[in-house]
């Protein structure tokens, strides 16, 4: 299968580019350094050099060219005539021509100078000799600029043209402007043509692919044709002759029965009879469009006898092997693409129809008769004159009246908003499918916001069997109290177990609150200032007495009491001496002295001691100074490659090189500083 592929086509530079690229190659690729003290020989050959390397480079840039680009003769005569329609054949010979004259005459140029080189005396000429030699080369390519121009925009041209297979099973869309073309083509396959309620709307060829009994078909939607003089139709038209004189393929001649396209029914039969010898060992389907809006049966008698006759001329196509007219279903075709009605027969059609012709035509090959060869047909003989019909059991009769019951059309939403107004108007409702329990809630509308407060927040679907589990819940706790109180009852104790049972409680309840009180953490115990300490129960004395009545020394504990409560610098008393050994739990109380009690709240905390990284403090969870230090070094070494690893980001504080070394230094030569 040959494919034509024209988006590989490399870009065509213009001369300029052509020049520059060329020679800022030969200045990179070959030596720059001469001089005079070299032997003539090394000279010859230095310049020599540098002409042969641009011919070289010229040579193979124009015959990448000419390459690339398609020959008209050599390509299949669809695309030859195609590129003819659109580019001027002669236009397109003469500019690939003109590349390749100047192709040579480079060649030719290279050689000449070359030769002349051998005989170059001096460093001078030479040199001479080559500048001319470059100089030639470049003026011979700027003067074919117009014409790489001109290749460029076919390029450009061809890249945008549809990848189309002429030896492929194709079906052929032709027929006047707005008759349907294209809607026909955008319902059969998943190409999206353009469809405008004027002529003219496609101005090329467009390329669809649809599949039928797993094979692939190309579909083809032309532009529309004028009934009028071949000399005188343009470009647009043209491309539609083109591809009907050269593709093998089905055609589908639309034909627009009710008037709307512009054009009447004679006027088209017109069309058909001008353009039928292109039709010529195809099969062709009439296809009457738009029987929506003019069905075949309401049209007059002179348009219906202009049908029959065109009916007649496509049924010429319909040959047998014979040579005889085998069957005239599926010429004459009625569709209507607004609502499908047709359109998958009309497609089946043509695929059928052409399907059969080129097995026709490979059984009339040579080739067949070696595959012949190889096939057997068996056709089993009865062996008597009794009818045995296919026995289906009545289970599958059954299921196959109930599945085509069930495929009875149901109205979906598409019919139901075609119904009410179409797009834009209907709104489909989406509550029409809730399952409630009363049909008519369906309709009610849901406050989303209520009293202040959000609906969904409320919404449980199982709150009812949430109600009865605490309900269960309820009861069976109902039943466990009655089952622990019923000895406790006031009527079966004594005065004396009654005074008992309520000591018994309240020791309780103070035993909760007290193992309430231990298991609320520091921070969330409130903190009581001692000033509210009226009755003075908590100071050292009481609780010396309560460690001495247990048999404990109290000393050791009311001197921590007093280091822990010390968290100011001990002022000068009233009368002038220290209390060293005065109750630490009473200093904190009321001063007699204002002033003094004023200077001692002004007083700044003393700065705490400093403690070595490596010590051990409680709570930090390592068992001595060693295993913390090592845990220390070990969270170092951890960050290190991390830390080492940074690039530098947008937030980093940054302080740019005002004057980089490669641009301010160096001995500045000859020649243009623009650079620097």
Not at 386 to 409: D, T
Request: with cysteine; aromatic share 6%.
């Amino acid at each position: 299968m040959v494919q034509y592929n024209f988006k590989k086509i490399t870009v065509v530079p213009n001369g300029k580019d052509i020049v520059d690229i060329i020679l800022s190659r030969t200045q990179r690729q070959t030596p720059t350094v001469v001089h005079k003290g070299y032997s003539i020989t090394r000279l010859r050959q230095f310049y020599m050099r540098k002409v042969k390397y641009t011919q070289q480079n010229f040579f193979e840039k124009l015959s990448t060219i000419i390459d690339e680009f398609p020959r008209l003769d050599d390509i299949h005569p669809f695309y030859g005539d195609l590129l003819h329609v659109l580019y001027n054949k002669d236009h397109y010979k003469l500019a690939l021509g003109q590349i390749n004259t100047a192709r040579n005459l480079i060649s030719k140029i290279a050689k000449d100078y070359v030769k002349l080189l051998k005989y170059g005396d001096s460093l001078y000429r030479c040199k001479s000799l080559k500048v001319a030699a470059l100089g030639r080369m470049c003026t011979v390519v700027k003067r074919i600029g117009p014409s790489l121009a001109y290749l460029e925009q076919i390029r450009q041209h061809m890249a945008r043209l549809p990848s189309i297979d002429p030896n492929t099973r194709t079906i052929l869309i032709c027929g006047y402007p707005n008759v349907g073309k294209s809607s026909f083509m955008n319902k059969i396959t998943r190409a999206d043509v353009d469809v405008q309620p004027y002529a003219f709307t496609t101005k090329s060829l467009f390329v669809g692919h649809t599949d039928y009994k797993y094979l692939r078909y190309q579909v083809i939607d032309t532009p529309g044709i004028l009934d009028r003089p071949f000399e005188d139709r343009n470009i647009i038209e043209m491309c539609s002759i083109t591809a009907l004189a050269h593709l093998r393929s089905a055609v589908l001649f639309f034909l627009d029965i009710s008037g709307s396209c512009g054009y009447s029914i004679a006027q088209q039969a017109a069309l058909f009879h001008s353009i039928k010898s292109l039709f010529m060992n195809k099969p062709l389907i009439i296809v009457c469009n738009k029987t929506d809006l003019q069905p075949l049966d309401g049209i007059s008698e002179e348009d219906k006898k202009l049908v029959m006759e065109m009916k007649a001329e496509a049924m010429k196509t319909v040959m047998g092997q014979g040579g005889e007219v085998v069957d005239d279903e599926g010429v004459l075709l009625t569709m209507s693409t607004l609502n499908e009605e047709g359109v998958a027969a009309v497609k089946n059609a043509a695929c059928e129809r052409l399907l059969n012709q080129r097995v026709e035509l490979k059984m009339k090959t040579k080739k067949i008769n070696d595959c012949l060869n190889r096939f057997h047909v068996a056709i089993p003989k009865p062996r008597d004159q009794k009818e045995r019909p296919p026995c289906i059991p009545q289970a599958v009769l059954e299921a196959n009246a109930k599945q085509a019951a069930e495929k009875e059309r149901r109205k979906t939403e598409k019919d139901l908003e075609d119904e009410n107004g179409g797009a834009g108007v209907y709104s489909a409702s989406l509550k029409k499918n809730y399952i409630l329990a009363n049909e008519e809630w369906k309709d009610d509308v849901m406050p989303e916001i209520l009293d202040g407060h959000n609906v969904y927040d409320f919404v449980d679907p199982d709150i009812l069997l949430r109600l009865e589990e605490l309900e269960r819940e309820e009861g069976l706790r109902e039943e466990e109290e009655e089952d622990d109180d019923f000895e406790m009852d006031g009527k079966e104790l004594t005065p004396e177990e009654k005074e008992a049972l309520a000591e018994i409680r309240k020791k309780k309840s103070l035993l909760i609150q007290q193992h309430r009180i231990k298991k609320s953490t520091a921070e969330s115990r409130p903190s009581v200032p001692r000033k509210f300490d009226k009755d003075k129960k908590f100071t050292t004395k009481r609780m010396g007495r309560q460690l001495s009545s247990l048999g404990l020394d109290p000393s050791m504990a009311i001197d921590r009491a007093r280091s822990k409560s010390r968290g100011r610098k001990r002022e000068r008393s009233v009368d002038g001496e220290d209390k060293d050994n005065g109750d630490v739990m009473d200093m904190d109380m009321d001063q007699p002295n204002k002033k003094l009690r004023l200077r001692s709240m002004s007083r700044p905390r003393s700065r705490s001691r400093s403690r070595p990284p490596s010590e051990v403090a409680p709570g930090e969870g390592f068992k001595d100074s060693a295993q913390k230090v090592k845990a220390i070094k070990l969270g170092k070494k951890s960050v290190k490659k991390r830390n080492k690893d940074a690039r530098r980001g947008e937030a980093d504080r940054v302080i740019p090189t005002l004057m980089p070394k490669h641009l301010f230094s160096g001995k500045r030569s000859i020649g243009k500083t623009d650079r620097r």
